[in-house]
């Protein structure tokens, strides 16, 4: 075999190191944190509660001049009450969203690593068939595989006779 044999061997080589490097990426991403994920839950969330809390007050103290209890303590604990209500249920509503978040980011992760580990044994099942094909260009094909046989101490079995006899036959 001649040394440009063997150069374009291992440039055959190199260029399937590259393409396995290209298939396969070396990180799987990161999962959002809770803490994050609460904070896009809370900037997602926060205004559409703060508008709730001001109209809920606004319609609340509206009701509470029209039956004259403004500026007393049965409607400041109504106000107080409703106010603490809509707290409760944006804690709950940004709290239940950052889960959300969070769950799905850890599944597409878990899901991009699967995707990666896919992409790696089909490169590396490439990468194994290639290498298989640059091995046999080192070996000498053993000829009583071509002709269906295989030597036994020096004696061929049937197969390479058969092709030797058809072809003297044939001469």
């Given at each position: 075999m001649g040394l440009e044999t063997v150069s374009t061997i291992g440039g055959g080589i190199n260029t399937l190191k590259n393409i396995y490097n290209a298939i396969v990426p070396s990180s799987t991403g990161s999962t959002l944190s809770y803490s994050e994920a609460q904070k896009q839950a809370g900037s997602q969330l926060n205004n559409l509660y703060n508008s709730r809390l001001k109209s809920s007050l606004s319609s609340v103290n509206k009701d509470l001049v029209n039956r004259g209890f403004n500026?007393?303590?049965?409607?400041?604990?109504?106000?107080?009450?409703?106010?603490?209500?809509?707290?409760?249920?944006?804690?709950?509503?940004?709290?239940?969203?950052?889960?959300?978040?969070?769950?799905?980011?850890?599944?597409?992760?878990?899901?991009?690593?699967?995707?990666?580990?896919?992409?790696?044994?089909?490169?590396?099942?490439?990468?194994?068939?290639?290498?298989?094909?640059?091995?046999?260009?080192?070996?000498?094909?053993?000829?009583?595989?071509?002709?269906?046989?295989?030597?036994?101490?020096?004696?061929?079995?049937?197969?390479?006779?058969d092709w030797i006899s058809y072809f003297q036959n044939k001469g």
């Open positions: 500026g007393q303590q049965a409607g400041t604990d109504l106000a107080t009450s409703t106010a603490a209500e809509i707290e409760e249920n944006r804690v709950a509503a940004i709290n239940s969203l950052a889960s959300s978040l969070q769950q799905q980011s850890f599944n597409n992760s878990l899901q991009q690593s699967a995707l990666n580990t896919q992409n790696q044994n089909a490169a590396q099942s490439a990468l194994s068939s290639s290498l298989d094909w640059v091995k046999g260009l080192y070996t000498q094909p053993n000829l009583g595989n071509v002709f269906g046989s295989s030597s036994n101490n020096g004696k061929t079995s049937s197969g390479a006779t």
